[in-house]
Structure formats: structure tokens, C-alpha cells
């Protein structure tokens, strides 16, 4: 009887040994069990704090400019006057231009000014009449004359042809008669003529007055033009007085001061920089190959360690249209796009609690959701590989040894992958499997945890 029991010993330390042997051979291995969660699709990158518009204070004339008592950080309202340029220049300008526009005023009253040219053109009619009556009366003479002529010349022929029955007192006393006639006939003919210059250029008085009247018209066109321009001038001059007064264009803080004290500046000199930091945002430069996957909207992190240990949250504001090549620290040309994210009011005002108040240019780091699934059946991602036909394959687990399995995947980050096809909940697959196991082959592991891999 002590020989069957200690036969029985002997065979049941021989088969513990056994197991032992089998339960403890195989190949060492990780595992995480196939677990159902939310994963999502994110891009990571660096950003800084910015604003959507800073405000550049420029000279906006050429002058003197005043010191500025304004330091950075400054609260300052809409409307403040923040600088303020020396107007003893501008002042003498605006009398030069006012003292312009009132003397063209005085030259078109002086050019509206016709009581000459109307009496003129009265007087000029009268002129007119009397000469036509000078020059009627002329042509009646002319013509009396010519009659006495025709006589005299008559007188005389006949005198001629009666030479033996006349004396020669009286042939000669008809000569003279002739002659004084022929005189006074031409005098008076030119008399008429000249009568009849003198009315044709009475005649044309009026037709130089209206044209004199009409240059006069066109010159106070003139003068109306150089009024418009001088009251320009004028108006001009005194926007430029009202610019020497400049002011804040919003409520914000000064971020810049370019210059503090008093010195002669061109148009266009920046003084300071404005910004309110209640529209403060982030922008990251993303990788052009990666911004595709990005839409307004979009859920945001940000943290950093100007944040603290809680991220705070925001969303993709805009993407700005255009690229830009960077060139990386391991001199790699990169191209960028800008992403613009608008932080939760909310968020900012924690942080202010928490005596973080961030501010322009501050480096953070910016997680941008791209897309999500609050129930996925999830693996880590350092189990998943590369196959053959570069399909996605991980190792599982069956009965204690390692079996190849090819799977569907759907959204995935560095750290987890969703499963569509090819594993179920509660399955153990292998983390980072070595690069000689095959199916088949025995493996040895911890139990996982079970818990879900969080992103």
C-alpha cells in the first residue's frame, strides 16, 4: 500500500512538472485587451498667443511730435488721446489757407461788379442813334452836294459852248462855281463815309461789351474753381489740426511704444502698438498635409506651460488662405498654413482667477480635434503593423499562443486605434509584438489591466 502511494507521488510531482514546463515556456510578450471607448483624430503642434487686429499709431502728417508719458501695458479707451503733435505749424497753415479763400471771395464780388458795363451799353445805344442821324444827314448833304456839283459842271459846259456870247469874268466865275462844288461834294462824301465808320463801330459796342461781360463770366468760373480749391486747402488744413490730437481706435492696453521723446517725424512713423487682449487668440503653422484635415469649428486643447496643468478649451476660428515655407531645426523646408483658434471666454476667465493672465506672443501648445466616435472598440496603437499587401494587421491572443489577425481600422492618434473589422471587446491583442513571432507560436504575459489606452 506505501509503494502504490509513493508510486502516486512520484507521478503526480512528474505531471506538475510537466505543467509547470508547458505553462511556463513560451514567448515573453505584452498584452492590452481590446476595450470599447471614445477615440478620436487630433494634430498636435506648437502655437503662440496673438490678436486679430493690432492697432499701429502713426504719425499721420509730417511735424513735431510731443513726448509720450504712455508706457507698455498702459490701459487706454476708445478715443483717448495717447499723443499729440506740436500745432503752432498746422495753426499758421490753416490762416494761410483761410486768408486765400476770402481774397478769391473778394476778387468775384469784384468780378460780379457790371454797373460800368451796363451804363456803357446804354450810352453805347444813344451813340448809335445819334450816329445813324449823323450819318442820315451826312448822306443827305453828300447827295445836295452832288447836285450842286451836277449844276455846277452843267453851268460850266454851257458857258464852254457860249464862249463868244459870255465874258471871260463870267466863264471863269463858272469855273470856280464848278470847282468849290466838286470840293464840297467830295468833302461831303467823305464825310459821309467816314460817318458811316464811325456808326458801324458804335454798332459793334455792344457786341464788345457782351464779349468783355463774358470774359468776365468765364473769369468768375475760374475764380469759383479756385475757391472750391482754396476752401479744400482750408478744410484740409484743419482736418490736419484735428489730427495732431491722436487717439486710441479701441479699448485695449499699449503693447509698443516706438518713441517717447519730443522730435521731428515723417508721415507714417509708427508711435505705438495697440491691442485689446480680450480678443486675444492662437494661431498654430500647421503642416500643409495635415491642415486638409482641418474645418472651422473644429474642437481645440490648449496647454502649455503658460496654461497650467489643466488645458483650456477652444475652437478653429479660421484658416488662413495662404502658405508659407519654414525651414525646420533639421533644415528641412516645411510648408505651414496658418490656424487661427478662438479661446472660450469662459476658459480666459479661469485662468485670470488662477492669476494667469497670458498676453501677446506667449508660446503654448494647441491639440486640434479633427474628428471623434464616442463609442469605438479601441487598441493601442504601438500594436498595430503593416502586413503583407500593406494591410493592418495585430497579433491576438488564442489558447495561449499568438495568432495573425488583419483588421479595418477607422480614426486613430499616436496612442489608440479604432477597430471597424477583425477584433471584438475583451480580446487580448499583443503591444509591440517581436519581429520573429508568428502564429502559432507560444507566449507568456501579465494579465492587462483593461483599461481603455485615453488620448
Not at 452836294?145 to 464862249?163: D, G, H, I, T, V
Not at 491691442?275 to 500647421?286: D, F, K, M, W
Not at 523646408?333 to 498676453?359: F, T
Not at 492618434?413 to 502564429?439: C, F, H, M, R, S
Amino acid at each position: 500500500m506505501k509503494k502504490w502511494i509513493g508510486i502516486a507521488v512520484v507521478v503526480i510531482i512528474v505531471i506538475a512538472c510537466i505543467w509547470y514546463y508547458i505553462a511556463s515556456s513560451g514567448t515573453p510578450v505584452r498584452v492590452a485587451k481590446v476595450v470599447e471607448g471614445k477615440v478620436s483624430a487630433f494634430v498636435e503642434e506648437r502655437a503662440m498667443t496673438t490678436l486679430p487686429h493690432v492697432y499701429h499709431i502713426t504719425m499721420p502728417l509730417s511735424g513735431r511730435i510731443e513726448p509720450i508719458t504712455l508706457r507698455e501695458g498702459t490701459p487706454v479707451k476708445k478715443d483717448q488721446t495717447v499723443a499729440n503733435m506740436d500745432i503752432g505749424e498746422l495753426n499758421t497753415r490753416v490762416a494761410e489757407t483761410r486768408a486765400r479763400a476770402d481774397t478769391i471771395l473778394k476778387q468775384i464780388d469784384l468780378n460780379k461788379f457790371n454797373a460800368i458795363e451796363d451804363t456803357a451799353k446804354v450810352e453805347a445805344k444813344k451813340w448809335v442813334k445819334t450816329m445813324a442821324d449823323a450819318v442820315n444827314a451826312a448822306l443827305k448833304k453828300s447827295e445836295a452836294s452832288k447836285a450842286r456839283l451836277a449844276f455846277a459842271e452843267w453851268y460850266l459846259k454851257s458857258c464852254q459852248e457860249m464862249l463868244q456870247a459870255i465874258s471871260i469874268k463870267e466863264r471863269n466865275h463858272a469855273q470856280m462855281v464848278a470847282a468849290e462844288a466838286k470840293v464840297d461834294y467830295e468833302a461831303d462824301l467823305f464825310m459821309y463815309s467816314a460817318t458811316r465808320t464811325v456808326c458801324a463801330i458804335f454798332d459793334m459796342a455792344d457786341t464788345y461789351i457782351d464779349e468783355y461781360l463774358n470774359r468776365k463770366k468765364l473769369q468768375g468760373n475760374v475764380l469759383q474753381q479756385e475757391l472750391k480749391a482754396a476752401l479744400a486747402n482750408w478744410q484740409q488744413a484743419l482736418r490736419n489740426k484735428v489730427k495732431a490730437d491722436i487717439q486710441s481706435p479701441t479699448n485695449g492696453i499699449i503693447l509698443k511704444r516706438y518713441v517717447m521723446n519730443e522730435r521731428m517725424l515723417p508721415a507714417g512713423a509708427k508711435l505705438l502698438d495697440i491691442g485689446n487682449l480680450e480678443n486675444l487668440e492662437v494661431t498654430a503653422n500647421i503642416l500643409s498635409q495635415q491642415v486638409v484635415r482641418i474645418r472651422p469649428g473644429n474642437p481645440v486643447d490648449i496647454y502649455g506651460a503658460a496654461i497650467g496643468e489643466i488645458p483650456i478649451r477652444g475652437v478653429v476660428d479660421r484658416i488662413k488662405p495662404e502658405g508659407f515655407t519654414k525651414v525646420s531645426s533639421l533644415g528641412v523646408e516645411e510648408q505651414r498654413v496658418p490656424v487661427v483658434v478662438k479661446i472660450n471666454p469662459g476658459d480666459m476667465a479661469k485662468l485670470k482667477k488662477q492669476g494667469r493672465d497670458i498676453s501677446l506672443g506667449y508660446r503654448v501648445q494647441v491639440r486640434i480635434y479633427t474628428d471623434s466616435a464616442p463609442k469605438a472598440v479601441t487598441i493601442p496603437r504601438t500594436a498595430l503593423f503593416r502586413g503583407s499587401g500593406n494591410s493592418w494587421q495585430v497579433f491576438a491572443i488564442a489558447g495561449g499562443s499568438a495568432k495573425l489577425v488583419n483588421l479595418k481600422i477607422g480614426i486613430s492618434n499616436y496612442k489608440q486605434v479604432q477597430v471597424e473589422q477583425g477584433l471584438k471587446p475583451g480580446e487580448l491583442v499583443i503591444v509591440a509584438p517581436p519581429v520573429d513571432l508568428v502564429t502559432g507560436t507560444k507566449v507568456k504575459y501579465n494579465p492587462p489591466e483593461g483599461k481603455a489606452v485615453k488620448d
